[in-house]
């Protein structure tokens, strides 16, 4: 049977409404919340070995532990580093002999003394801590002594050259006791001596190093008696770390309206950084720079990027310096998403929740134009 046309008219309106509602939807939605066109670098650091300790109970037990000492001296004396020798002056901590001793005998007549001892591998960082007790011999003692404790980040290496002059690998000086020779300039009772290890930003595999080095010294030398070094302690401690957010990740812009941000750089590291610099390369109003930030401080800004008319990826990066040199650095990256100024908004109706009930809304729209047609059909006349 032939419909009427108000029928085929009901059912026109309806697919056609229908259609629009799904071109809006189309339109104005974008891609899903939280798609983004890459990810920031949250990748931890190489992670910090647990603390080291040795109290040089027994000093033969040290090389199989990743301890390692040579004698550099001119001319090479009778003794190295030896178990230490309680009738001179007795341990700081433990039984009377433990701690690592050297003399003026690591040369002969008169020379250079250079006497290394490396501690194991280890995952150095700035921030981190070394401790130790150390001393000479009381008065009266004419004869003054030196002591240097020098890093390499250069792994595993042993390097400490071949000269009592060299110092191979070993080119940081973190610590110089007594460097003009004075007498009674070395500690003549056990004192502790804490380093807080600069110059390795970023975790770098390396080791410590002490150093007995007496010019002039020996047993014809000026310089050079005894010392002890005791109860060494390498603490590991926060690194320098920094961490930036941009918000939100995705935002939808009518074309030719405005994009905003907002930024947010957090020292998570244990150093003050210094020159904290934010760069964005696609939007110049986000860059900012702070002189310094403390550890555990934040700052937070908003910048926005006017009359957007493309969508794009955007990225914010940090850098920064630390006391040392360069500091780390850290990326996050936001998406904007740009739509016609005359597509159709879902936002006063639930956005991506409205595109869930696009069937419910098909639904009823059928129905609807149904009902209609069979009310409008028992109106018609016999």
Known sequence: MQQPKWFKLSLVVALALSCLLFV?????????????????????PAEDPEDLSEGFDDITTLPGAGWFSQNNSQPLGVTGWFQGNSAVFPAQGGAATSYLGANFNNTAGTGTISN?????????????????????????NPYPDRLQVRMSLNGASTNVGTLATDVGDFTTLLLDINPTYVVGGYPEAWTQFVINITGAPTPTNGRLAFRYFVENGGPTGANSNYIGIDTFDFTDGV??????????????????????????VTNTGGLTLTNVTVSDAAVSACDNV???????????????????????????????TVAAGPGPTDSDDAFVNVVPPTGVSLSEFGGQQAVGL??????????????????LRRKRPA
């Open 24 to 44: 809006g939807v189309a339109l104005a939605d974008g891609p899903d919340n939280g798609a983004r066109g890459g990810v920031p670098d949250n990748t931890p």
């Open 116 to 140: 290394w001892m490396l501690t194991p591998v280890l995952n150095l960082n700035d921030g981190d801590t070394m401790t130790f007790w150390t001393r000479t011999v009381a008065q009266p």
């Open 239 to 264: 690194g320098a770390s920094v961490a930036i957010s941009k918000s939100p990740d995705t935002q939808n812009v009518v074309s030719g309206g405005n994009a905003n941000f907002t930024i947010s």
């Open 290 to 320: 702070f002189a310094s930030l403390a550890p555990g401080a934040n700052q937070s800004y908003n910048c926005s990027d006017v009359g957007v008319t493309i969508s794009y990826t955007n990225t914010a990066v940090v850098t920064s």
């Open 358 to 375: 696009l069937p419910v809304w098909l639904g009823a729209a059928v129905v609807l134009a149904a009902g209609l047609a069979v009310a």
